[in-house]
């Protein structure tokens, strides 16, 4: 692995326009004006963890990391990122960086680092990118440096999670103010007419009364089946025409006599 080479009684601390306008324009589109070996180049920033890259290479200045790595659009759009061991979680929005003559040259956006059970962790990353629209040639590099919070700040940061995720929680657990009333100004009556319409639109339980009486209804024919008409023969058939006839036939014992 090759080493950072540094000199006597000079610190590497550059601001976010030595950055962008020498550091990461030059390995673009430059790489043998930088200096060999001062900021190492990775395949994939998200393929360590920040514990792991701390050993693997030493520091540039006191806490501070400095790499190279590809720009892969597609991944830097997103504010959230799976890394080793983690996640990257930043901020969507990305601060312009701008030159003496108040030319956009880049952007950086910072990011802390939560292992896999959300738990955050002291590390953070500022990550640079070039404007590419300043540049004729696609810009294929980026440039992130990787510190540790102070104590101090993990602290603040966390107690500051924990509000906003309570007061996430309290907000969900409030009732509905759509109507333009707070939640002080309710009066009884308003609770008593709103209670007197979700009682309305609640559907009744089958215990009660009303819905007895739908049971009732609906099973009645089946459980007392009415009883089966008696089959009546047809009028004027044959017969009746028959009947007809032999009642109308005069008896033996009128001809007799």
Known sequence: MD?????????????????????????????HLLPPNHIQQLHSINDFHPDELTVLY??????????????NNNN??????????????GNATKKKIFDEQNNEIGVKRTLDFKELN???TYWKMTEYQLTQSNHPQQCNWMLCKIYKM????????????????????????????EQGYQKEDVTEEVVRTENEVVAEEQEP?????????????ATQDIDEPKPKPKKQPPKNSRYDVVLKGFYDRPSIRSKTT
Not at 13 to 31: A, I, V
Not at 58 to 71: A, G
Not at 76 to 89: D, E, F, L
């Open 150 to 177: 102070k104590t101090k700040e993990l602290k603040n940061k966390i107690e500051n999670e924990y509000k906003e995720q309570n007061a996430k929680r309290q907000k969900l657990m409030e009732p509905n103010n």
């Open 58 to 71: 030493p520091p540039i200045n006191e806490n501070e990391w400095y790499f190279y790595y590809p720009n």
């Open 3 to 31: 080493t950072m080479t540094s000199v006597p009684g000079v610190i590497f601390s550059p601001n976010d326009q030595e950055l962008l306008q020498f550091y990461l324009t030059n390995k673009n589109f430059n790489p």
């Open 76 to 89: 830097n759009k997103r504010s959230n990122r799976k890394a080793k061991g983690g996640t990257w979680h």
């Open 205 to 217: 339980t089958l215990d009660e009364p009303i819905c007895q009486n739908r049971i009732a209804a």
């Open 118 to 120: 959300k738990t955050l």
